[in-house]
């Protein structure tokens, strides 16, 4: 059993945060509690309340981790020399592949939300949306006749498509398909809605900015 002196403030957040994260893996989001992370870690709960707020923002530092894993897949793709449709079909198949991989902590950014509906920090708000700028990235050079809003607009519906194929498969909402027939589908929406993207025509509608 460690004792409180054995670690440092900084040492004792990351064992309770990969502690978290070996729960949530072996459990689900469920089977989470500041008991069982302070039993696995060796300290006490009172510790852990020394270091996190609640459990809420416990979970808000393991969905940061998990952006920040997924950050730097996309991020590592995005240096290779793509043509820039073929690097959004590999950044959906990265995205696809890194839920199927890791799906209660892939869902629980998404499941996770604070009590009251009290708004996410800044911080955890840059690390989701720096995602979606690298979506931007690609899209921006495929059709120069968009405007930044558009852009914006654009990778926010795209991902959202992408996102929900992604979830209804993981949920099995799709019936009993494997993940590469979820890959298949987000190729199919990835092709069909470049097409119309990088068309010179302007989009009929224009939605409120997001």
């Known amino acids: ?10 040492e004792i957040s990351d064992l309770a945060l990969v502690a978290a994260e070996k729960i949530i893996l072996e459990q689900g989001p469920e089977g989470l509690s500041t008991r069982k992370i302070a039993t696995k870690i060796g300290y006490t709960v009172g510790t852990l309340y020394l270091l996190f707020e609640n459990l809420d ?4 530092q393991i969905n940061a981790r998990t952006l920040d894993r997924l950050h730097l897949l996309i991020t590592d793709l995005a240096r290779q020399q793509l043509a820039h449709q073929d690097r959004l079909t590999q950044l959906a198949q990265i995205y696809i592949h890194f839920a199927y991989g890791d799906p209660h902590r892939w869902t629980l950014i998404f499941e996770h939300h604070l009590p ?11 690390k989701t949306m720096r995602v979606f700028a690298v979506v931007e990235a690609s899209l921006k050079p495929l059709a120069p006749h968009r405007n930044e809003r558009e852009i914006s607009q654009a990778a926010c519906a795209l991902w959202a498509g992408i996102h929900g194929i992604c979830i209804l498969g993981i949920t099995n909402k799709l019936g009993h ?3 590469d027939i979820v890959q298949d589908l987000a190729k199919s929406l990835m092709v069909s809605y470049l097409y119309s993207y990088t068309n010179h025509q302007a989009w009929p509608i224009t939605v409120g900015a997001i």
């Open 1 to 10: 059993m460690a004792r409180r002196n054995d670690h440092n403030r900084n």
């Open 57 to 60: 923002e416990l979970i808000i």
């Open 116 to 126: 009251n509906r009290q708004p996410m920090p800044g911080w955890y708000v840059e």
């Open 177 to 179: 398909v494997g993940e």
